[in-house]
């Protein structure tokens, strides 16, 4: 099914979007700053090496929405695309959209080491460019700044934010919950959502996860985060019900909160308290989560099972910890990382890994999730290899609570079961 975000972003402008046009060639860096303006694009800055474009990051207070970058440089010396991939985590990008004539292995480490480096990728276009897919790109990027007033949505890189920053945040409320359809690749009917946090500051804009989760988490702010967002999506779930609706919402939940064994039933008492069956959420823990202070873990996940909370292991694959326990685990549904979903249809081998987890999965009897669906390609691999639930720009961008009831509305002629 084609993206509604698409067809509903197209109609929007892009003179207040910011590009940087990162390639050696003066030829096709031409060609691709014309492309640009002729798309609308505001503000267009060029560097001829990756050299050239740290400097434009450093010296730029704004920052970007995308960067498209060339990996391969012709001078030796100059930095190459891959060297900037690493060197670009400490800027503010928006997002990043590789370019090269690369061989497909080596096009697709360099996405996994965008994606290790934490750079938020949109895609990758293979030379000779293809202008038509990168401006569908361009339109899905959801931390682009459009016609001046949407929020912006900004990159991996932010300014230094203290305890105090964060504590009036809390204190007013400023961080909510968006979420992000999820979709039944068996039968391309909505399927729930994701519930992830949001900080709307007041100057910065729509600020993402990692601009604030690991300070709340060393400076002890998390548990109060988790149950502020926790208490939103309740009620939104009872909106939701009041539509007719009856929606699925998986929240993350941090392996420090999850650590402590009496969240259960906190958590439960709260669901109580909004009077939200707990049949319709589901926990998500990372891997990483399981190395640390397992027996607590385990104590903790058991417990919500018994108050039944489904728990969703996320990132799966990412590393052998969660191999090692997963038989151990009380875990319901397994949430295949998007490392993966960006490369298994066009690289063998990463297809036959996913092909491989989605069996385990399946033999385990375990509802199976992919995140980061970015094109009907991704999706269409994804259900011939037997996955359950998709999710990913693909289908939708996270969105406030008051836009999904429209959203189903007009992707699959508004469900009222539980899927």
């Not at 303006?37 to 730029?60: F, K």
């Not at 010396?77 to 370019?99: C, K, N, Q, T, W």
């Amino acid at each position: 099914m084609r993206s509604l975000n698409t067809g509903l972003l197209a109609a929007r402008e892009f003179d207040q979007y910011r590009v940087m046009v990162l390639e050696d060639n003066e030829l096709q860096r031409a060609v691709l700053v014309a492309a640009l303006r002729s798309m609308g694009v505001g503000y267009i800055a060029e560097a001829s090496s990756g050299d050239d474009a740290i400097a434009l990051l450093a010296g730029d207070g704004q920052g970007f929405d995308t960067i498209l970058c060339d990996l391969q440089m012709e001078d030796s010396h100059a930095m190459d695309g891959i060297e900037f991939i690493r060197e670009a985590r400490e800027y503010r990008i928006g997002s990043l959209i590789l370019v090269s004539a690369l061989d497909e292995d080596l096009f697709a480490c360099a996405e996994m080491l965008a994606y290790g480096y934490g750079l938020p990728l949109i895609g990758r276009l293979s030379k000779p460019l293809n202008m038509q897919k990168l401006r569908e790109m361009l339109v899905i990027n959801p931390r682009r700044r459009v016609g001046g007033g949407d929020a912006k949505y900004s990159g991996t890189s932010s300014p230094t934010w203290t305890r105090n920053d964060l504590k009036q945040a809390l204190r007013r409320g400023e961080f909510r919950a968006h979420f992000q359809p999820k979709v039944s690749l068996i039968t391309g009917k909505f399927a729930g959502v994701e519930a992830l946090a949001r900080w709307h500051h007041p100057e910065e804009g729509i600020l993402l996860p990692s601009h604030f989760i690991a300070l709340m988490e060393s400076d002890d702010m998390i548990e109060e985060l988790t149950e502020q967002l926790y208490r939103q999506l309740l009620i939104s779930i009872k909106d939701w019900s009041s539509q007719g609706l009856q929606v699925r919402v998986a929240f993350n939940a941090s392996s420090l909160t999850l650590q402590d064994v009496l969240i259960p039933n906190r958590l439960r008492a709260i669901a109580d308290e909004h009077r939200v069956n707990t049949g319709l959420l589901t926990v998500e823990l990372t891997e990483s989560a399981i190395a640390q202070k397992f027996h607590g873990l385990l104590e903790s996940l058991t417990r919500l099972r018994m108050h039944g909370f489904g728990v969703s292991l996320d990132d799966f694959g990412t590393g052998y910890a969660s191999l090692q326990q997963l038989c151990n685990m009380p875990v319901t549904e397994v949430k295949i990382d998007r490392s993966f979903v960006a490369s298994a249809a066009q690289r063998p081998r990463t297809g036959l890994v996913m092909e491989a987890m989605i069996a385990l999965a399946k033999k385990l009897d375990l509802k199976i999730v992919a995140e980061g669906i970015e094109n009907a390609g991704d999706a269409e691999f994804l259900r011939a290899a037997g996955c359950d639930i998709g999710q990913g720009f693909h289908y939708s961008r996270a969105m406030p609570a008051d836009l999904l009831a429209p959203w189903i509305a007009a992707y699959d002629g508004m469900s009222h079961k539980v899927i």
